[in-house]
């Protein structure tokens, strides 16, 4: 069977090849009668439109935006902070056309995603800034929007209040009594085992694990509290289980915990149970997210909400401005988003035991924005 091509449907419809061509790319230069003869016609020959390659060089873009992410591609189906993100990212984008490009920062020696994919822009979601895929897309000279990522000078970056919010969990905490409060987090270097949060080397490349930690320690320092934290590199649920398990095993265990992620509370709410604990009657715990998982276990989490769909909304609509910026030869100032955080106060935390209640005077605590 002869190749089917937009010459052939001009010649059945007895048009331009620049007609046929318009009733795909262009169809306001049609009248609709019109368009619709040459869409049928392109139908009956199984004629399914000019190459996107090609058309994406004679408009000079791609149609299409990219995620990079530091964790592979399966952690945005998996991890449901990142679903809600990248789904708000899409509905944003949806009225636009625009493709939706999942990168990861694993490649090999002949595919380099964020070097080889057609892209107008990306957004860089919470990833290492030493990431060689971030280098190739700096390298292109694409239009970039961080998210969840240490405010960069010329780089559009959105952000929630971690450091406020960390704080307003430890304040909860501490206004319901409870003195001896530990941290189970992750992003942090050094060997593993329990060291003073003060003293915990948190990866430099990892903007939320640090914000998270000084909020934390805003506040518990401010009440002269002392928090220990399990040097650990990852975060996941068995993480925080392993976590939390070494430290009620310790000789004055924590009557509180914080936790880095819901997910990670979830963790240690089980190490709590596998050892005859009652949450929140032997151990109050804090979450970070307020994921759906927050809502689901039981007892539900405390935990502190970021407004997942409105950053990742805030992300889109920044992209797709700096995109249609550098289109038109003109460059916006890169602004630095913050978005707010709230407690969400559930089933998990609760007064310490009467033996070991002893509300402190606290201090609000004074912090710089880093």
Known sequence: MARVTLQTVADRVGVSRMTVSNAFSKPGQLSAALRQRVLDAA??????????????????????VGILLTDSVTYAFTDEVATGFLGAIADELAPTGVALTLLSTCARDDIVPARDIPLDGAVVYSCDTDSSALAWLRRRGLPLVFVDQAPTPGVMSINVDDRVGAAAAAAHLIDLGHRRIDIVSKNMNGPYGVVLAADADVDKDHHVSRQRMLGWLDALHAADIQPRVVHQPAGSEEDAFAAALLLLSQDDPPTALLCFSDVMANGVVRAAESRGLRV???LSVVGFDDSPLAARVRPSLTTVRQPVAEKGHAAAAALTAA??????????????????????????TAPPRPATAKKPRRRTPAHPRS
Do not use: F, M
């Open 43 to 64: 139908d009956e020959l199984g004629y399914v439109g000019p190459d996107p390659a090609a058309r994406a060089l004679a408009r000079g873009t791609s149609g299409a």
């Open 280 to 282: 929140p009657d032997d």
């Open 323 to 348: 995109i249609e910026q550098s289109r038109s030869g003109t460059k916006a100032r890169a602004r630095h988003i913050v978005l707010n955080t709230t407690l969400v106060v559930r089933g998990s």
